[in-house]
Structure formats: structure tokens, C-alpha cells
């Protein structure tokens, strides 16, 4: 039997285990990497029933689907596009490519499942006469780990922490998200239900595991570059907002790239050098870190 057969529970904590390369050999933790996006997947005709059981006549609203990017523990993601209707002028309509996140089925029932058993065991744990034990208190870190990830099971409460995630980091203002280092996807309003998550696609963004490999020359002057802004977020979360992103594996850490044409403004925002002369013509590459699904968020 597969890992991914033991049920969700169990895949996320395997996640986490293929982060820990300071615990396990490098072999597993490559190994179990493949959990963070590549699980199995479930079927196009249960995707379609979720979204129609959601949203009604989905396509003809203007919601179309096409190709999977990926499937964790807890839902399967996919590429596509959504058109909505001016409000002020019917015949102008706005198109904008999204990624559609759908529960996988009986997700819910499987997370009870596996987490009522994990009590069982931890409460037996807890009675035996070994006084390191009783000093773990495994009931109550196991009631704590039940909360954060039952929240998975809605993906409503994930749409609501990206946009208090959004709030913290650029107060929702489309210039100030286009200048940040940090971008958390945006939810479609009247595109989000218990089952289902629409949200903005992250263009031209690859897995930040992809640069974590690489120890080329130019890799480590890459991986220099993004440890700044990941630092700086995180000790954001932590110690200034107290709402701190709880499932920052590789797999929902993404690098986005784009090119920016030079200017006075963006050399300031972007490059710690300056223009040779004021008419100098310059691409910019900048990279942002995109931190996907939000679902699990800690704060006291």
C-alpha cells in the first residue's frame, strides 16, 4: 500500500517529513517530495459535479477548465478562465485566467476518520505510566493539530485568509501588489463555496523547490536573492501581523518572474544601483515569491 492510500492526514505529515532534511536522509525526503503537488488525482466528472452542485450552469457563467497543475493532499488544482460581464456595460466582458481548486471527494469524512484515530492513540499514550510522556501532552497537541487541519476542509476559510493575508501584505491595492516581493493569489468573489476555490493564476511561476536544487553559480545568486524577501515575510507574519501562513512547503512556495522596463520609479523599487544616465533603456527581471494555499493559518 502507497502512502497516499493512508489517507490526507497522513500525507501531510509525510509533507512535512520531506522538508526535514536535517532528520531524514536526502533520498526519502526527494522521495516524499512528490506529495506536496503530484498526489493522485481525482476524476474530471467529480470536478464538474462540485462545480456544478456549487455554482449551477458554471460554463455558461463563463467558468471554463482545462488542464490539471497539480493535486495535494487535500484538493486537486487546475488551470483556467474565467469571463465575467461589465457590470455598467453588457456587451464589454473581462477575461482572466485563473486556477480552480476543487476538494477531493469525501476529503472531509477521510480527515475525521484519520484524525479520531490519532486521538485514540495519543489518549492510550497518554495513560501509560511513563511520566515523559504525560509531559508531551499528546491530547492536547493532537486537539490543536485536529483545528488547523480541519480547516482544510473548507476552502471558504482558505479564501478568507488570503485576503487577510492580502490586507497584511498591500492592503489590497493593485499598485502596491505589483511593486511587493510577496503575492498571495486573490479570490473571485461569487467564485468561492465550501467545495471549491477560484482564484487568480500565478503566470510565469515556477516551484521555488526547482532553485533550492540548484547549485550552479547562478542558482546560489538566485537563492540569495529570494532568501530576503522570504525572511522578510515570514517575520512579518510572526512578529508583526500574528497571522502566520501554517503550511509553507515547497509545494505551495512559488518563483515568479517578470520583466520590468527600467524608469527613475522602478529603479528605486526594484535595483539597489542606478540608471547610467536618465534616457538609459533597461529590462529589469524581477521575481516575486507566490505563497499558495492558504488554508491552514495560525494566530494566537
Known amino acids: 500500500m502507497s502512502i497516499q492510500q493512508l489517507g490526507p492526514v497522513a500525507i501531510k505529515l509525510f509533507q512535512w517529513a520531506a522538508t526535514r532534511r536535517d532528520l531524514f536522509p536526502p533520498s526519502i525526503c526527494d522521495r516524499l517530495s512528490i506529495l506536496h503537488d503530484k498526489g493522485y488525482p481525482h476524476s474530471l466528472e467529480w470536478t464538474r459535479r462540485v462545480l456544478t452542485e456549487s455554482f449551477g450552469d458554471y460554463e455558461r457563467k463563463g467558468l471554463e477548465i482545462y488542464d490539471e497543475i497539480g493535486c495535494g493532499s487535500a484538493a486537486q488544482v487546475y488551470r483556467g478562465k474565467l469571463t465575467i460581464k461589465s457590470a455598467t456595460n453588457n456587451n464589454s466582458e473581462c477575461t482572466r485566467d485563473v486556477a480552480i481548486k476543487v476538494l477531493h471527494p469525501r476529503f ?139 503550511d509553507l512547503h515547497p509545494g505551495n512556495v512559488l518563483v515568479k518572474t517578470s520583466r520590468v522596463p527600467s524608469s527613475k520609479s522602478t529603479w528605486r523599487i526594484f535595483s539597489k544601483s542606478k540608471p547610467q544616465s536618465e534616457d538609459e533603456d533597461k529590462i529589469i527581471v524581477k521575481r516575486s515569491i507566490v505563497f499558495l494555499d492558504a488554508g491552514i493559518a495560525i494566530c494566537s
Open 108 to 246: 472531509q469524512v477521510l480527515v475525521d476518520r484519520d484524525l479520531d484515530f490519532i486521538e485514540i492513540i495519543a489518549d492510550f499514550l497518554n495513560h501509560l505510566p511513563f511520566d515523559q510522556l504525560k509531559m508531551l501532552n499528546l491530547p492536547r497537541a493532537v486537539e490543536e493539530f485536529s483545528a488547523v487541519i480541519r480547516d482544510q476542509a473548507d476552502l471558504r476559510i482558505e479564501a478568507d485568509n488570503l485576503r487577510q493575508f492580502r490586507r497584511n501584505f498591500y492592503k489590497n491595492s493593485q499598485q502596491s501588489e505589483d511593486r511587493s516581493s510577496i503575492v498571495f493569489p486573490q479570490p473571485i468573489e461569487g467564485w468561492v463555496s465550501s467545495d471549491v476555490l477560484v482564484e487568480d493564476y500565478a503566470h510565469d511561476s515556477i516551484p521555488i523547490a526547482n532553485f533550492l536544487l540548484d547549485s550552479s553559480e547562478e542558482g546560489m545568486s538566485i537563492r540569495r536573492e529570494l532568501a530576503g524577501p522570504l525572511l522578510r515575510a515570514f517575520f512579518k507574519m510572526v512578529f508583526l501581523d500574528n497571522f502566520i501562513h501554517g
